[in-house]
Structure formats: C-alpha cells, structure tokens
C-alpha cells in the first residue's frame, strides 16, 4: 500500500493497492487540536469512470439503481430527469443510464446528515421525493424521487446510509 499526502487543515492522500494497482483519492480533514486526534477521510468522485466500471470496483456498491434527480440549473429546475444512480464508498454518482461511460456529476456524502421526505416537491409524476440535507446551509440540498417500487428500493438504501438521521 502507498500513500501520498499534501499538508494543510485539508488535504488529499490517495492510497494505491500495488497488488492490483488500485488508487482510491481520499479529502482528508485533520483536528489541529491535538495530535492524537484521528484522521477522518471522505471520498473525492472520480469524474470520469463509466457506469460499468464503477459497478466493478472492488470495494463494492452500496446501492445502485433509477431515480428522479431534479435538475440542478436555473433553466432545469423542473425538470426531474431519470439517472441511474450510484452510491460507491460515501459517493454518489448520477448517469443517464446503466451503461453511460462517464457521469453526469457526482458528490461526496462528506456533511450531508439527513434524507428528508420533500413534500413540497411532490407531484403525479414525483409520488415519492427526498431530500439529502447537508449540516451547513451553504451547500446544496439535493432532490431525488421515486416513481415506483423498484425506485424506492434505492430511496430506502440512501436511508439505510444515513442511519437514524432520517425525517420520512
């Protein structure tokens, strides 16, 4: 195993696998309290890795399947596309389809602390919205929704991630 790091309050570190030649990118944070005070390491997305190959990864997927993510633009706000979404290692990945060779964005979990029912956003297309909620206001709130059973499958997997912090 090798492993790099930058120096600061944050800091990225990757950790390669020299056996299978595995690079998994880590956002670190460290307490400048004390020295003893443990790392705690998020994920950063890899922005360019197909569906499939994501799907594959050693490491495993947490859950992976098709919802509604409404549109993050200000010409796509109504909007509320399906993207097949999944959650690898503390990280979501969103992709027009199961087979599309890169996604069309991804985030860390690092900081959001809730999934909420989004009942304001509910519609006859968008029976089942949510919301996954960052501690911090100055992040964005992101909207997904489920339109069927094998949809609220996922739902319920992002609500298995976050534990008890869950307002359904």
């Known amino acids: 195993m090798v492993r790099s790091r930058w120096s600061g309050p944050e ?4 950790y390669m696998d020299t ?3 595995d690079v998994t990118l ?5 307490s400048s309290r ?6 705690l390491c998020w994920p950063v997305p890899m922005r360019a890795i197909g569906a499939q190959n994501l799907l594959t990864m050693p490491g495993g ?3 992976a399947g098709y919802l509604h993510k409404k549109g993050g633009s200000q010409f796509s706000l109504l909007r509320w596309p399906l993207r097949y979404i999944i959650i690898h290692k503390g990280c979501v990945y969103y992709f027009k ?3 599309s060779p890169t996604p069309q964005g991804a985030f860390s979990l690092n900081g959001y602390n809730r999934v909420m029912r989004a009942a304001e956003e509910t519609t006859s297309s968008n029976v089942f919205p949510f919301k996954i909620v960052h501690f911090s206001k100055k992040h964005r709130t992101w ?3 489920a339109a069927s059973e094998d949809e609220r499958r996922v739902r319920t997997q992002f609500r298995h991630f976050f534990g008890r912090n869950l307002e359904f």
């Open 97 to 99: 389809s199961s087979t």
């Open 26 to 30: 880590m956002l670190c944070f460290s």
């Open 34 to 39: 004390t020295m003893a005070c443990p790392e």
């Open 61 to 63: 997927v947490s859950t």
């Open 19 to 21: 056996h299978t030649l």
């Open 143 to 145: 909207f997904f929704s």
């Open 11 to 14: 800091w990225m570190c990757f």
